[in-house]
């Protein structure tokens, strides 16, 4: 390259890609000073890394070594990320160049969105719910105590945008998994097809269509928590118990479930159960922190 192209330098970067190495590779040049654009094709950084459990060759947990460069790139002042977006073209020579991105839209304002989900459940590119008339309505059995339940629920949602989410948390609150003819009912007051209700019910973790406990018993088996006994853990639960991982006691109040991540690898090995994470715990504290929960409930 001659001296002349060197002397009209622009101090930006673009990184192009999200994943794992664009994170860290723009990290690294806002490091030493300078601009970065972050050019991501899909909603959101992580790439492939995102969906894995561990990472080869350390066994390590995929969101452990993400979250904290995902935490940096939120916060860095030099960097810009520009998600749903693709490069054009470019013009220019190394050092000196200009490009030109095409970002789809997201159709809300970026810079004002706090998550808080409104805009999905007010979104009217949907498909149209429609109720099944009355006339075409198959019978469903249903206990009365299940039948009011299920309508006290639906009742406070009718006539409000966006409910089926709060509908099914609801009823997974109330039975802690969802019975065939219960998502059948729903579907059928609803108008949502039963298939779009068992997709949901079947991909997020905290339902179920099988009989759960009252209490789900998750014990970690990340690697840092295995390294330190998560495993003799799990066989302690299991004797205490008298039931295998994904099996639920006989008076439904545990269900002993094995995950692979915590988020609290300080406290390992650690147990999540009701609603509080038990950390450091040695194989002896099992049978008490079940017994302690258990009189809880009875009490």
């Given at each position: 390259m001659s001296d002349d192209t060197r002397t009209d330098r622009i101090g930006a970067a673009l990184v192009v890609g999200g994943g794992i190495g664009g994170m860290q590779a723009a990290l690294d040049l806002a490091g030493a000073g300078i601009k970065v654009?972050?050019?991501?094709q899909k909603a959101g950084v992580g790439g492939v890394m995102a969906?894995?459990?561990?990472?080869?060759p350390t066994n390590d947990c995929a969101m452990c070594t993400m979250a904290p460069r995902l935490a940096d790139l939120s916060r860095h002042k030099d960097i810009e990320l520009l998600t749903l977006a693709e490069v054009d073209h470019i013009e220019g020579h190394a050092g000196n160049f200009s490009v030109t991105v095409r970002k789809r839209p997201r159709?809300?304002?970026e810079a004002k969105c706090t998550g808080c989900g409104t805009c999905v459940a007010n979104c009217p590119?949907?498909?149209?719910?429609q109720p099944i008339p009355d006339e075409r309505r198959e019978p469903i059995e249903l206990a009365p105590d299940v039948r009011t339940a299920v309508t006290e629920i639906l009742g406070r949602w009718k006539g409000k945008a966006g409910p089926l989410m709060p509908i099914l948390q609801e009823v997974n609150a109330r039975f802690n998994y969802f019975p065939e003819e219960v998502l059948r009912f729903i579907a059928r007051e609803t108008g949502h097809p039963l298939t779009h209700l068992y997709r949901i019910a079947t991909f997020y973790s905290a339902f179920s269509i099988t009989p759960r406990g009252k209490f789900t018993i998750n014990v970690c088996m990340g690697t840092t928590c295995y390294v330190r006994g998560s495993?003799?853990?799990?066989?302690?639960?299991?004797?205490v118990l008298g039931v295998g991982v994904?099996?639920?006691t006989p008076d439904r109040l545990f269900t002993l479930k094995s995950v692979r991540c915590l988020g609290c690898c300080g406290l390992a090995p650690a147990v999540a159960m009701a609603n509080e994470v038990h950390g450091k715990l040695a194989v002896n504290d099992v049978a008490r922190?079940?017994?302690?929960?258990?009189?809880g409930e009875a009490a």
């Open positions: 654009y972050l050019v991501e969906q894995l459990d561990k990472t080869f159709y809300v304002d590119v949907r498909y149209r719910v495993e003799r853990l799990m066989e302690k639960f299991t004797n994904d099996e639920t922190i079940v017994e302690q929960c258990g009189k």
